[in-house]
């Protein structure tokens, strides 16, 4: 089976490659294709005779055919949220005209191909209800969210004409990223562990009670992969499936911060308000029933010291302060 990644070398790409070098999938992929407009970089990924790394604009690639022989597709690439919304073109680009481009050229493919996407909370917003379920009418706030929505819709309509077999599945946000800070509004929730542990000052743009949706860079994979392999009859419709996460507070994070690192650790966040970070993230909701998720075997996270440690776990070299 040959499969496509597309923003192949971006954080959940690399760390999905890495899951299908080691899950079972690893005994029927036998081509791993990695798109991306950024180069990939990472030496175990490259060492790999099945992983091809083709670098470019997806719309290029795709003209240039990286399609061709897929059986299936995780969707990855995009433009995150802050900078979609500094920018509604480059957002309109890398999500919206990307997906339609790879919709289309998947239509061109002999047999349908599985093609998963990685849709997001950020769907939600405006007036909801306190719990949101999968079939909560999205009403996103921001243009991310906006995109990521009509893509989800695209690919159910795609899938309900024949051309795939589509699955999107909605992200909460994941936490903790490693490397350097992105332009996503989310992004400080991985700045505000990443940065103490490696002895670096990290500031908090939001009030510390601001409730969010969190999974972690395992979680987060694990429903990826699922979403592929679960067998059409179970998926449950052609509605975008929310991921299990956990519900918490910002004051929550720093506190388990302290707990796994300490006080002094934890007194490297700072608050500073941003107005922008604020009104997107304080717009998301952060209470989901995930059911439909959970009758499929997905899980989250079983608490904010869990994630820390798994941070800590997978990448040591970024750790200097864990207790
Ligand atoms: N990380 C999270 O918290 C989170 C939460 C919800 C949804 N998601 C979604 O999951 C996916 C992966 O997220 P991530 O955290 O790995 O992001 P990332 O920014 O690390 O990776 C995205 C990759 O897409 C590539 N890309 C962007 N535009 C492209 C284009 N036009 N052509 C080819 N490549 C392009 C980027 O170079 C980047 O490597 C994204 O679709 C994101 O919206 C992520």
Redesign the pocket.
Known sequence: MKILI??G?????QCLAHALQENELKQIVTELVL????PLRDATLLADARVRSVT????R?LADGVINGVDGVFH?????SGECEADLDVGL??NLD?TRALLDACRTLKQPPRVVF?????VYGGDMPEVIADNTLPMPQNSYGTQ?FVCEQLIADYTRRGHLDGRSVR?????V?PGKP?K?A?GFMSGIIREPLAGVDAICPVDPQTGVWITSPRFAVAGLIAAFETPLQQWGGRTALNLPGLSVRIADMLAALERRAGARVAARVRVEQDETISRIVGGWPWRFDTARARVLGLSGPASIDDLVAEYIADYPNAVIHAA
Do not use: C, E, W, Y
């Open positions: 597309t923003g070398a971006g954080f959940l790409g798109a991306d407009i950024a470019g604009d997806l719309q690639l990855l690439a995009a433009a995150v680009h890398a990307s990685s849709s997001s909370l950020a990521k992200l909460p946000t994941v936490t990223r992105n996503a989310s």
